[in-house]
């Protein structure tokens, strides 16, 4: 049984965390491997999700709202870049800039223009992450993960023997957001509750425990294992490997330590 509740690769680093604790692991100049351990910020907000995280459906419309609470900075950047290039753009062209700004979100947020804009942004974050030490990174997140779910032997030799695909990575969740979202789109006539409605059966899809409802789902499965495969993940070396299991082996300690409490 896994301990985590969840983990990051980075571009020279992994982080996993449970219910109290972030442990991230990175690799030092030197060579040598960090292990930094950080409480997790337990508000209101929080508990309040651990509350509704016990309601089902309900608990993905949350994913939504919470993740909107925690990293409101980051909705700012995001609505404040169109804005920054329509500025842009104003110095270079005597349009009126609300021309611009009129443009830059009907491409955003209106069908079917927005189906580009979504899949533009997961083609260049897959860009990224293959070309980059992340995808090594993440597909050592996955294997450590799952060599200890399996043996509880998160050692260099075994955990090497372990696919670098993973049931619970967060691209099975995008992968059925999306396919709720097409089927959706077509039934309802509003945007925002299609998001909502997309995000609420996603996510229940996506924490589906039962044997038979995880065959039938066999043919998504296999198709979010191929993407993973081929796009989110790289071979990773036993460098990687290495500061992966220095970060899982942190929070076995906790998990022993809370236990003995």
């Known amino acids: ?100 700004i009129n443009n830059a979100y009907y491409f955003m947020f209106t069908p079917p223009y927005h189906f580009f804009f979504l899949f533009g942004i997961l083609l260049c974050a897959a860009l990224f992450i293959k070309l980059t030490e992340v995808g090594k990174y993440h597909s050592a997140e996955h294997m450590v993960d799952k060599a200890y779910e399996d043996s509880q032997d998160i050692s260099l030799h075994n955990v090497q023997k372990y696919s670098r695909v993973h049931r619970h990575c967060g691209t099975n969740f995008v992968i059925f957001i999306l396919i709720f979202y097409i089927i959706f789109y077509y039934l309802i006539d509003n945007m925002f509750i299609v998001g909502f409605l997309s995000f609420s059966f996603g996510y229940e899809v996506f924490r589906v425990k039962n044997l038979w409802l995880q065959k039938a789902l066999t043919p998504f499965y296999v198709f979010s294992y191929s993407l993973q495969w081929l796009l989110f993940t790289s071979k990773p070396k036993a460098k990687h490997l290495e500061v992966s299991i220095a970060a899982y082996q942190e929070i076995i300690k906790l998990n022993n330590t809370s236990a003995n409490v």
Do not use: C, H
């Open 1 to 100: 049984m896994s301990l985590i509740f969840g983990g990051q690769a980075g571009l020279n680093s992994v982080m996993f965390y449970n219910r109290n604790n972030k442990v991230k692991a990175n690799r030092s100049k030197n060579g040598g491997i960090k292990v930094e351990v950080t409480p997790r910020d337990i508000n209101s907000i929080t508990k309040l999700g651990v509350t509704i995280e016990k309601i089902p459906f309900l608990r993905g419309m949350w994913l939504i709202v919470e993740f909107v609470l925690l990293n409101w900075k980051l909705y700012i950047i995001a609505f404040a870049l169109p804005i920054a290039l329509v500025l842009f753009q104003r110095l270079l062209n005597s349009e009126p800039p609300e021309i611009y």
